[in-house]
């Protein structure tokens, strides 16, 4: 599985925007599930977008639809989370997640955290004034 690493989070205020990466520091992300997941204080680990990199197909939560990409950068090994009109309830620790069996399971990606083996260590973006 690969090992991933956040980065690019902080305070931004209200209508905002801010991106995230996530890279894979030992191999490629080809034909992997790539999951955004967060999780705000006090409330359980939600999904907010995926990414099916054999498709090119995205899910997306409600919560981030209209506001939330994603982007892949082949020759980067990583992608990134674009988030925009950000809000004070956006404010959480934001995980990247990938998992190597989902598109062969499920042919999607899918927005439950249990399912991914693979995670970074989470980066914190707060939404205020």
């Known amino acids: 599985q690969v090992q991933l690493v956040e980065s690019g989070g902080g305070v931004v205020q209200p209508g905002g925007s801010l991106k995230l990466s996530c890279t894979a520091t030992n191999g490629s992300l080809d034909n992997y599930a790539i999951g955004w997941f967060r999780q705000a204080p006090g409330k359980e680990r939600e999904g907010v977008l995926c990414l099916n990199t054999v498709s090119g197909t995205t899910f997306y939560a409600d919560s981030a639809r209209g506001r939330f990409t994603i982007d892949r950068d082949d020759a980067a090994n990583s992608v990134s989370l674009q988030m925009t009109s950000l809000k004070p309830e956006d404010t959480a620790v934001y995980y990247c997640?990938?998992?190597?069996?989902?598109?062969?399971?499920?042919?999607?990606?899918?927005?439950?955290?249990?399912?991914?083996?693979?995670w970074g260590q989470g980066t914190l973006v707060t939404v205020s004034s």
């Open positions: 997640a990938a998992d190597l069996k989902l598109i062969e399971l499920f042919k999607m990606c899918v927005l439950t955290a249990s399912l991914y083996d693979s």
